[in-house]
Nanobody, 114 residues
Framework: QVQLVESGGGLVQPGGSLMLSCEVS????????WSWYRQAPGKERELVAH???????YVADSVKGRFFISRVNARSTIYLHLNSLNPEDTADYYC????????WGQGTQVIVSA
């Protein structure tokens, strides 16, 4: 059974930082690329960042220079480093990947507010 478990969300002030983690089990983690998505209230889910199986990264223009994605194969974990957060980054953040990108985590909530 493939499981993706996100953690690290929370309430943070504008300008602050967070690190989200997504631990993957039940699948050959190193074989696949993995992504982070987010869904803000009332908006569609959007791709935030992707990291390939060989470590090539993509980051959406809306967060470029502030968010970074990384992976540690030995831990079967991907990370999303969120910096210089602003209220527009408030959303539920989900990790995704695996066979045909069909696996999703349950999400972790990030709230950016003073």
């Amino acid at each position: 059974q493939v499981q993706l478990v996100e953690s690290g969300g929370g309430l943070v002030q504008p300008g602050g930082s967070l690190m989200l983690s997504c631990e993957v089990s039940g699948i050959s983690f190193s074989t696949y690329g993995w992504s982070w998505y987010r869904q803000a209230p009332g908006k569609e889910r959007e791709l935030v960042a992707h990291i390939s199986s060989v470590g090539t990264t993509y980051v959406a223009d809306s967060v470029k220079g502030r968010f970074f994605i990384s992976r540690v194969n030995a831990r079967s974990t991907i990370y999303l480093h969120l910096n210089s957060l602003n209220p527009e980054d408030t959303a539920d953040y989900y990790c995704n990947g695996g066979t045909s990108n069909s696996y999703w985590g349950q999400g972790t909530q990030v709230i950016v507010s003073a």
